[in-house]
């Protein structure tokens, strides 16, 4: 059976950082492309970074661009999106994702296997 498991969400007072992690069981996915989606209450799901099956190629939704970092380990089958700088409208619940593609997409719908999810919760 194949599972995504987030970790690492939390409090964190604005301007703080967090890295979590999404480790993956019951294949590998060391050819797949991995994204993070969020949702926050009230709001649709979206996307927030992505990265392709090496790591070399990433996306960013722009309202994160410069403060997180998406990375991955793939002999640990694991993924990562390192949070500096938070700010409170990051609050959310952090999804991380894989496809069947080597390659990212923005796309929650190209996206097959989803982990149950993680909150992270940014006090002003």
């Known amino acids: 059976q194949v599972q995504l498991v987030e970790s690492g969400g939390g409090l964190v007072q604005a301007g703080g950082s967090l890295r979590l992690s999404c480790t993956a069981s019951?294949?590998?996915?060391?050819?797949?492309?991995m994204g993070w989606f969020r949702q926050a209450p009230g709001k649709e799901r979206e996307f927030v970074a992505a990265?392709?099956?090496?790591?070399?190629?990433?996306d960013y939704t722009d309202s994160v661009k410069g403060r997180f970092t998406i990375s991955r380990d793939n002999a640990k089958n694991t993924v990562y999106l390192q949070m500096n700088d938070l700010k409170p409208e990051d609050t959310a619940v952090y999804y991380c994702a894989a496809r069947h593609s080597s390659q990212g997409s923005r796309s929650d719908n190209d996206y097959v296997y989803w982990g149950q999810g993680t909150q992270v919760t940014v006090s002003s």
């Open positions: 019951g294949r590998t996915f060391s050819t797949n492309a």
């Open positions: 990265t392709n099956w090496n790591g070399y190629s990433t």
